[in-house]
């Protein structure tokens, strides 16, 4: 069901306050069209918009982001700050570095990011900058937000183990490990438990696995869980599973939890960048110290509310050689009253080992000049009303600090329309095109009337156990160690990754095989109605609902019946009986092929039967 307009709460427009944008947009996580209608004010662009979704299947509207605010007030510029002003305030902003993963998440690259559009606004009259509540900021606040590089700081760089630890082989190693952190950092009495556990994180080309075994104290209130690190052996997590109304441990014992506590109501007191240090350092150099020194203590207090009661939760995010470890943090959950700990974890820690050492990069001021050679500047209101500078870059949203060259943002892959000819319902033909199971030709042209092939069949089944994309791997994708024995299927087949999809589920019937070892799928070739048949109930688990009586009285009907391959009688009875592949003048019709026509209207009909392959 879509959704009605007209009976959308608080949805009114004026006649002509709308302008629909140039194209539609579409993203192929939703498999739907987006058309967006902005507001203009004064000539200029608002941020007073609503989104409509479109469905590429029915061409029904399937969502609608209302983000209209018809209170806001614009207020028309009397003079509006030149572009070549607008450039240089950007650049004298400045930017912030980080190491992060890059677009296709498989390496840690150095980044800088614009200042400008991300942490402050320019305002399109006055040129100042602002926050984004409007605060003006002078330069020197602006540039306090710029990364300094401290290449003294170094990098992470914990020892390895002499032997990585394997959850399976070394269950006494794990103990013995689990008995020393209790030991250290706790005055508790009780033994390990038998239970425990494992994990595995990827950030970029790194892969964590970490080991758990759990410990009971004494007090039946507590379990202790803790966690390591396999390769380095650094500690990773420790949990206090509890229950109780002050079940908690004391971190170093109850006289070191009492110089925690005051540390604590200093910084409850002033929450200084020193005081965070000090609360930060009396927990972490216990919990983490080889990671210790290379934190950002410049963070601020959240309150939580846990189980216990009320808590501060507490993430330092890491450095390396003074710049950020994007998504690589320390974190703790303690008690507000009592400073106990109550939860500790390491969150993907990068190592110097997969990380630059930033001695050769490029200037800030070259970086943001190249970064707005590819962006749009132009003026616009805001959310808030305001007039500001709209730099715009849709496709990059950072600079490679070593190299120099844009990097791509992670932005939802934009479909592009391609020329559809010949088609009988072309909403059905798109919607096979958005799914990657139709794709136009060279000239981005799809000619429906084209007959399918068991390339693009696998595709169709492919998209019926759902895998709706088996064309397109996405970032990071790695090839199954285990391949097809299919000669005629190469990796580089673009039909390879459906073929692999149905093959490794059991899904290709050994009849449609060919060569002496049954080691050929034939792609190219077109597939016939009756081998369809097969695929489509060996996907849909259909033999289970087959009855005699309806192969009977479908038999009555299908006037080349002898033309149909004995084995694949059954098939057929049951696409026919359930409408899924239709009779044409009484006859089935089994060698020959089917159009692109006919394949997406069977496949429309097998999305409403809705037996998918789970």
């Not at 706790?186 to 595995?200: I, R, Y």
């Not at 507590?222 to 599973?241: A, H, K, M, P, Q």
Request: hydrophobic share 30%.
């Amino acid at each position: 069901m879509g959704y009605d307009l007209e009976e959308q709460e608080n949805f009114e427009l004026q006649p002509g306050e709308l302008q629909v944008s140039e194209s539609p947009e579409h993203y192929i996580s939703d498999i739907s069209h987006r058309y967006e209608y902005s507001q203009t004010v004064h000539g200029y662009e608002t941020d007073n918009h609503i989104s409509v979704g479109v469905s590429a299947r029915t061409g029904h509207v399937s969502g609608l982001n209302n983000n209209y605010d018809p209170d806001l007030e614009f207020e028309e510029p009397e003079k509006v700050l030149d572009e070549e002003r607008a450039e240089e305030l950007f650049i004298e902003a400045g930017g912030t570095m980080a190491y992060r993963t890059d677009a296709d998440n498989e390496e840690f690259i150095l980044t800088y990011s614009p200042i400008v559009g991300r942490e402050v606004k320019v305002d399109g009259k006055t040129g100042d900058y602002l926050t984004e509540d409007g605060e003006v900021l002078d330069l020197d606040e602006v540039q306090d937000k710029r990364t300094e590089i401290d290449l003294d700081m170094g990098a992470p760089s914990p020892d390895k183990l002499d032997e990585p630890i394997d959850r399976r082989e070394d269950r006494d190693r794990i103990e013995d490990k689990v008995k020393e952190v209790v030991d250290s950092l706790f005055e508790v009495e009780g033994e390990l438990s038998n239970s425990g556990g494992s994990s595995t994180r990827s950030r970029g080309n790194v892969t964590f696995e970490h080991v758990r075994h759990d410990y009971d104290v004494d007090d039946p209130r507590i379990e202790l869980s803790v966690g390591f690190e396999t390769e380095y052996g650094y500690l990773y997590e420790i949990r206090v599973n509890s229950r109780g109304d002050d079940p908690l441990v004391a971190l170093g014992g109850e006289e070191y939890t009492k110089e925690i506590s005051k540390a604590l109501a200093e910084l409850e007191e002033d929450e200084s960048e020193e005081n965070f240090e000090q609360v930060g350092r009396m927990y972490l150099e216990k919990l983490a110290p080889e990671f210790v020194d290379y934190l950002d203590y410049d963070i601020s207090l959240e309150s939580d509310q846990e189980d216990f009661g009320d808590a501060y939760r507490l993430r330092f995010p890491m450095k390396a050689y003074g710049i950020p470890l994007s998504y690589s943090s320390l974190e703790l959950i303690i008690c507000q009253d009592s400073g106990k700990l109550s939860r500790f974890n390491a969150r993907t820690p990068i190592t110097g080992d997969y990380i630059e050492k930033p001695e050769d990069v490029v200037s800030e001021k070259d970086a943001l000049e190249r970064y707005l050679e590819e962006t749009k500047i132009e003026p616009n209101y805001d959310n808030n009303g305001d007039f500001v500078f709209e730099y715009d870059n849709k496709e990059y949203n950072r600079v490679n600090a070593v190299t120099g060259e844009l990097v791509e943002g992670y932005t939802g892959e934009v479909y592009e329309f391609p020329e559809i000819t010949a088609a009988q319902d072309e909403h059905l033909i798109e919607w096979m095109s958005v799914l990657g199971i139709f794709m136009p030709d060279e000239d981005q042209v799809i000619d429906a009337k084209e007959m399918v092939s068991r390339g693009e069949a696998a595709r169709v089944i492919s998209a019926l156990t759902d895998t709706p994309y088996p064309t397109t791997p996405g970032p990071g994708y790695q090839e199954e160690e285990e391949e097809m024995t299919f000669t005629d299927v190469t990796k580089d087949h673009p039909d390879y990754h459906a073929i692999k999809e149905i093959y490794d589920l059991e899904l290709i019937p050994e009849s449609m095989l060919a060569g002496e070892d049954s080691d050929e799928y034939r792609p190219e070739q077109n597939i016939t109605r009756e081998e369809l048949a097969q695929m489509i109930v060996k996907t849909m688990n259909m033999d289970v609902i087959t009855r005699k009586d309806d192969e009977m009285e479908v038999a009555l009907e299908i006037k080349d019946r002898d033309e149909i391959d004995d084995k694949l009688w059954n098939d057929v009875a049951l696409v026919v009986g359930l409408d899924i592949l239709p009779l044409e003048d009484s006859k089935f019709r089994p060698k020959e092929s089917l159009t692109k026509n006919e394949m997406a209207q069977v496949f429309d009909r097998l999305i409403d039967l809705g037996r998918f392959v789970q």
